[in-house]
Structure formats: C-alpha cells, structure tokens
C-alpha cells in the first residue's frame, strides 16, 4: 500500500454524474451481515496527524456571522432539492438516506439554535432544469427554507440553480463540481463535491508521487468534457518529462474496446489513465483486458469515479486498478468513523462513496444555521461565505472560503474484491 501523504485536510470527483450511481445503488444497500462490507485500510497515522484530528464530531466552537437573534421555537427548515422521479430517480434514494442519517445526528446533538427541530422540505426536481428553478422558487417563498442542499441532478440543473438562489436570496448547497467558479453567486457554495482544479491536481500528485511513470496511455471517451479533464493532467506530467506513448479516444457506446486496448499495450506504457463517463464501460474494458492476456504490469487510474463501483471492483481484470472518489470506508477521521456508525445504525450498511456528496451537503447546511445562529436565509448564506465554517467532515475538517470552495480534493481508492480501499488522500 501506498503511504499516505500529509494530512492538509485539503478535500471531493466529477460526483454527481448520477448516471454513475445506478450500478452501486444495491451494493449501498447490502446489509453487514451478509458479508458486503468493503475492505478498509490501515492507515499509518503520525504524531503530526494525532494532534490535528479532534476526538468528537460534535458541533465546533466558532466565530459566529453577526447573526439575527432567534426567538421562535418552530422548527428550522432546510430544503432538499434533487431528484426523486425520471431517469435519475436514484438520487431520491441517497438523498432519503443521508436525511435519515441526519436526523439521527440531530437526536443526538438536541437539534440547532438551542434545541430547535429541523424540518427537511424536498422537492422533486425529476432532473429537469424548469423544476430545478421552479423548487428553489417554492422553497425560498412558499416553504420559506434556511438553506436549500443538493440542488439537482443534472449538470445543466445546477447552473441554473445559482441563479435562481441569486434571485430568490436563498442559499444553497450544490452537489456538483459545476459551474466550476461560484465566486460570483454570493448565495451558492459547494459542498458534497470538489472543484475540478483542486481534484486534477491532487492526481497528478499521486501518479508523481506514488506511481512514478515514465511512460504513459491515455484511454477516454470522445468528448470535449473527458478531453479537458486529462490534458490538465497531461501537461503537468509532459513537464516533468513523462511521455504520453498512447491518446486514444473512444466513441460513446463502444462495446468492444479490444482494438484500443492491443494499441495500448503495443505502447508499452507503465501507466494507462482512463476518463469514461459509465461504470459499464470499465467493466467492459477490465473484461477485455483479461481476454488479451491481462495488463502486463501496466498500472490503471481512472480520473473519474466511474469505476469506483462494487460490480467494476468485483471484476479480475479491475484488482489492483485505482479510482478517484470523494470518500471510502476507513478513513482516519471522526467524521469518517460518524458516518459509517450513522449509515450502520439507521440503514444497517456501510456506506460507498455515492453517499457521500448529498450527506456533505445536508450537514454542511446544518453546520451554516448553527453558526450562523439564526434561522433567516440571509444569515445562513453570510455564514457559509464568512470563511469560519468548520466542521468534522469525512475526510477531516470540512471548511468552505469566502468565495464558496470547500477545502477537499478527492481520495484515489484501489479496487479491491467490490470494496475500495482509500490508498491516498490529502
């Protein structure tokens, strides 16, 4: 196993590619007595690290945002804007899930604001932009919500969303590495997510660091997003004198990938890094591999979280291959360990990756009333932007600046017999 790099508590993967979550969905849901849990790691952990992880996971003391006083006893109210209908109807389900979880942390924290419930709102966005805008337009004036988590299950969902909490002064919580720059929404920041720079560079980190190529294959879908995301790797290893050898680029529902893998291996990279936007087609490329005779001692990243997928990690030709994620079982954090007791306690299951970015985004938003110390939107949002959100996330204390960017980078886990085990993160 790789050794773990310094813990900055600088942390989230495309992740909500919902399309993604489907195949994983089942494996979320196993129960611990019937064997699924995944593998977890053994990390070492320093004195440096001992005495920056804190023993609770408990609320913080922090600055509070000037906040307006709170002499209501009714229930505080967040909404929870996704997808509960059409094609992304699973989203729904993680999304039941993480409040589920959350009201169990509340039980045991008395609620926010001294003792205040809180009452979560959903709304059914069915992943269609026109529901996305109409949602936060009811949260924010019908339903009058503090603070709205998740915001869509689309991409084009959640930059319209930006605006539409820009239109109605109602914060929110997205969900998406997209837009990519929310410094300009003073009432948008991101939570269950990373910013695609921070994640490509903790990547390139690892293959500089841990794997140390000197020839690498690039393997990826034939579209501009893919394209993007791998020449940002690309350059910065190409500066250090590494070799591209391979750039093949896969039409969208190829089936047979034989051909591009035979020009991969006739390369003789050390390293192949993949951008595929589909768990099915990294079961179809570790099917293949295997046919061909196996990778040869070629190393394999995918730059996504596609492949971060109990049925792709069950595959032979995927033991050993790494994939990029926001969180795995086994971390070394309070809040890693809070989060699996929650998931086991309420839903008897050890939570996968794909639970993590709508739980980020419902605690954070908790986090934002209590520190704001009020319950009124306007509050909410300048907490979230006051640079003094803090609180025990999974992958250690889970902040968000002044321009919206939470801290978190994303973990690269290895496949492992349909586990995934967290072999570098930051």
């Given at each position: 196993m790789f050794r773990r790099s310094k813990f900055w508590y600088k942390f989230a993967a495309p992740f909500l590619v919902l399309a993604l979550i489907?195949?994983?969905?089942?494996?979320?849901?196993?129960?611990?007595?019937?064997?699924?849990?995944?593998?977890?790691?053994s990390p070492t952990v320093t004195s440096e690290t001992k005495?920056?992880?804190?023993?609770?996971?408990?609320?913080?003391?922090m600055p509070t945002a000037t906040p307006t006083k709170t002499v209501s006893g009714e229930p505080v109210k967040i909404g929870v804007m996704t997808a509960w209908s059409g094609p992304s109807a699973v989203a729904g389900v993680l999304a039941d899930q993480a409040i589920a979880v959350a009201q169990e942390y509340l039980k045991g924290v008395g609620g926010?604001?001294?003792?205040?419930?809180?009452?979560?709102?959903?709304?059914?966005?069915?992943?269609?932009?026109?529901?996305?805008?109409?949602?936060?337009?009811?949260?924010?004036?019908?339903?009058?919500?503090?603070?709205v988590a998740g915001g869509g299950a689309s991409v084009a969902e959640f930059f319209a969303v930006v605006d539409a909490a820009e239109d109605n002064k109602v914060p929110v919580v997205i969900i998406a590495s997209s837009p990519s720059d929310l410094s300009p929404?003073?009432?948008?920041?991101?939570?269950?997510?990373?910013?695609?720079?921070?994640?490509t560079a903790m990547q390139t980190r690892f293959i500089l660091n841990e794997l140390k190529p000197q020839k690498v294959a690039v393997l990826?879908?034939?579209?501009?997003?893919?394209?993007?995301?791998?020449?940002?790797?690309?350059?910065?290893?190409?500066?250090?004198?590494?070799?591209i050898v391979s750039e093949q680029r896969v039409e969208i529902g190829t089936t047979d990938f034989s051909p591009?893998?035979?020009?991969?291996?006739?390369?003789?990279?050390?390293?192949?890094?993949?951008?595929?936007?589909?768990?099915?087609?990294?079961?179809?490329?570790?099917?293949?591999?295997?046919?061909?005779?196996?990778?040869?001692?070629?190393k394999f990243l995918d730059l996504t979280t596609a492949a971060a997928s109990a049925a792709v990690a069950k595959m032979p030709g995927a033991q050993g291959a790494y994939s990029t994620a926001l969180w795995a079982p086994g971390l070394p954090y309070p809040g890693s360990?809070?989060?699996?007791?929650?998931?086991?306690?309420?839903?008897?299951?050890?939570?996968?990756?794909?639970?993590?970015?709508?739980?980020?985004?419902?605690?954070?938003?908790?986090?934002?009333?209590?520190?704001?110390?009020?319950?009124?939107?306007?509050?909410?949002?300048?907490?979230?932007?006051?640079?003094?959100?803090?609180?025990?996330?999974?992958?250690?204390?889970?902040?968000?600046?002044?321009n919206g960017e939470n801290n978190m980078t994303g973990v690269i886990v290895e496949l492992r017999d349909g586990g995934f085990i967290p072999v570098y993160f930051e």
């Amino acid at each position: 196993m790789f050794r773990r790099s310094k813990f900055w508590y600088k942390f989230a993967a495309p992740f909500l590619v919902l399309a993604l979550i489907v195949p994983v969905l089942a494996a979320c849901g196993d129960d611990e007595d019937e064997g699924t849990s995944a593998p977890t790691a053994s990390p070492t952990v320093t004195s440096e690290t001992k005495s920056s992880i804190t023993p609770s996971a408990t609320f913080s003391a922090m600055p509070t945002a000037t906040p307006t006083k709170t002499v209501s006893g009714e229930p505080v109210k967040i909404g929870v804007m996704t997808a509960w209908s059409g094609p992304s109807a699973v989203a729904g389900v993680l999304a039941d899930q993480a409040i589920a979880v959350a009201q169990e942390y509340l039980k045991g924290v008395g609620g926010v604001l001294g003792g205040r419930a809180i009452k979560f709102e959903k709304y059914d966005s069915k992943g269609m932009v026109a529901e996305a805008v109409a949602g936060m337009t009811k949260l924010s004036r019908s339903e009058k919500v503090s603070v709205v988590a998740g915001g869509g299950a689309s991409v084009a969902e959640f930059f319209a969303v930006v605006d539409a909490a820009e239109d109605n002064k109602v914060p929110v919580v997205i969900i998406a590495s997209s837009p990519s720059d929310l410094s300009p929404y003073a009432y948008s920041v991101r939570g269950g997510n990373v910013q695609e720079a921070k994640r490509t560079a903790m990547q390139t980190r690892f293959i500089l660091n841990e794997l140390k190529p000197q020839k690498v294959a690039v393997l990826i879908d034939n579209q501009a997003e893919a394209l993007e995301r791998v020449e940002m790797v690309t350059k910065a290893l190409e500066k250090t004198g590494i070799k591209i050898v391979s750039e093949q680029r896969v039409e969208i529902g190829t089936t047979d990938f034989s051909p591009y893998l035979t020009k991969m291996k006739y390369a003789k990279p050390d390293l192949c890094i993949s951008v595929f936007a589909a768990p099915s087609s990294y079961m179809t490329v570790f099917k293949q591999i295997m046919e061909l005779g196996g990778w040869d001692g070629v190393k394999f990243l995918d730059l996504t979280t596609a492949a971060a997928s109990a049925a792709v990690a069950k595959m032979p030709g995927a033991q050993g291959a790494y994939s990029t994620a926001l969180w795995a079982p086994g971390l070394p954090y309070p809040g890693s360990r809070q989060l699996e007791e929650l998931y086991r306690k309420v839903h008897n299951m050890v939570p996968s990756p794909y639970n993590l970015p709508i739980y980020i985004s419902i605690m954070t938003a908790i986090h934002a009333i209590e520190l704001a110390g009020s319950d009124n939107p306007e509050d909410v949002a300048k907490a979230l932007r006051s640079g003094n959100l803090k609180w025990e996330g999974p992958v250690g204390p889970f902040t968000i600046d002044t321009n919206g960017e939470n801290n978190m980078t994303g973990v690269i886990v290895e496949l492992r017999d349909g586990g995934f085990i967290p072999v570098y993160f930051e």
